[in-house]
């Protein structure tokens, strides 16, 4: 397993494992599989060239197949730029629970740790994906809140975590985060 940072020339197969995530695991994403089709390969070519302030990485197996996603936003307006994002974070069923989620997390946050002035990393997860809160807890991140009624699938309402993790040594030891 290797993780590496997507590139545009890695669009068709992000593009196949994204889809296959809105699929399988609606509930976990705000996009839906419907809205992400209708996304043109030229855009998510350009949504994948990364920069200094946003990359996606992939994970690999052993036949280089993508097997996971995780991509990295950073504010860009100067009073929130000490924070940025981690969104779509996805692993393929047939390699879950082998470690790809920790890797995937811990390659990010080291990336993240290493750019000047970065201070926080939020997420937010549905509250009942009780595995992913797991591990983003055994990394770190603290829950500060809830959001009631935070998507809408169909006829059900989904609650959503918002979770935080402070990146600056300092402040991760006075919150008790090693």
């Given amino acids: 397993m290797y993780i ?4 545009s020339a890695d669009a068709e197969i992000y593009r196949g494992l994204r889809l296959q995530s809105l699929l399988q695991n609606p509930e976990a994403f705000l996009s839906t599989y419907e809205s992400e089709l209708k996304i043109s390969i030229v855009t998510i070519r350009i949504r994948l060239e990364p920069a200094d302030d946003h990359f996606t990485l992939g994970a690999f197996d052993a036949e280089e197949k993508l097997v996971g996603i995780i991509t990295f936003f950073r504010e860009s307006r100067p ?20 470690g790809v989620g920790r890797l995937l997390m811990l390659e990010l946050i080291s990336r ?4 000047p002035g970065l201070e926080i990393l939020n997420l937010s997860l549905t509250s009942t994906n009780l595995p992913a809160k797991r591990l983003y807890e055994s990394l770190g991140f603290i829950c500060y809140g809830t959001e009631p009624k935070a998507m809408k699938l169909g006829e059900e309402y989904l609650d959503e975590d918002l979770m935080y993790l402070q990146l600056v040594p300092e402040q991760r030891k006075e ?4």
């Fill in 79 to 98: 009073k929130i730029r000490h924070k940025a994002h981690v969104y779509s974070v996805y692993v393929d069923p047939g390699a879950r629970q082998q």
């Fill in 112 to 115: 993240a740790a290493a750019l």
């Fill in 175 to 178: 919150n008790g985060n090693y």
């Fill in 4 to 7: 590496r940072t997507l590139t």
